[in-house]
């Protein structure tokens, strides 16, 4: 398989563009005293807005030149690791973000759950994708395809299927363009 985020590293950032992390913020409901784990984050591009937020950041991905690009970034701790098997010991992080990333991980369903996993009690995910079932992301997700970037697009209900586990809260916020946010809170 092509490693396109390797190749993308040093330019991502610029090509992405930054982001209005305002509304993002309120649905993580930050500031917290614990860390953020940013689970395929890649170059830590949002994430590195709240380490003034939090204890710190934790920016997971498996792209070295992704990851080298976020420890250049203050305050962001790179931690190269598969998102299906953490690093982590059980009920350690206060809240876990994955921004744009579930449709490129190999097994999304164990990713799910080795996040409410690492999730402290009263902890929360957040999952922001885009959404299949606007024309823009068909779109997108034709392209990913024709480049062999190995994508799948999750409906928000697939994703809340993938958490099982008792003791959840979950939500669905839909951002009024091409993507949602799917919260799960970790009640116990």
């Known amino acids: 398989m092509i490693d396109h985020f ?13 982001s209005d992390t305002t509304r993002l ?18 170059t830590g591009r949002i994430s590195s807005q709240f380490k003034d ?19 250049n970034k203050n305050g962001v701790m790179p931690v190269n690791s598969t998102v299906d098997s953490l690093p982590f ?14 449709h490129h991980f190999k097994n999304a369903r164990l990713a ?22 606007t024309l823009f992301v068909k779109c997108l997700a034709f ?6 970037m190995g994508s799948h697009f999750y409906k928000p209900e697939e ?6 586990y008792s003791g959840l809260n979950t939500d669905v916020v839909r951002n009024g363009k091409h993507s949602y946010w799917v919260t799960i809170e970790k009640v116990v």
């Open 112 to 133: 799910v759950q080795e996040f409410i996993r690492v999730l402290k009690p009263g902890g929360k995910l957040v999952i922001e994708e885009f959404d299949i079932n």
């Open 6 to 18: 390797s190749f993308l590293a040093p330019y991502y950032d610029k090509l992405i563009g930054s």
């Open 89 to 102: 010991a059980d009920n350690t992080i206060d809240r876990v973000l994955v921004v744009d990333a579930l």
């Open 159 to 164: 994703i809340i299927q993938m958490a099982e």
């Open 25 to 42: 913020k309120d649905i993580l409901n930050i500031p917290v005293d614990g860390w953020i784990l940013d689970a395929g984050g890649g």
């Open 53 to 71: 937020s939090s204890q710190g950041i934790i920016v997971c991905d498996l792209s070295w030149p992704m990851l080298k690009q976020s420890g």
């Open 143 to 148: 392209a990913e395809k024709i480049l062999l």
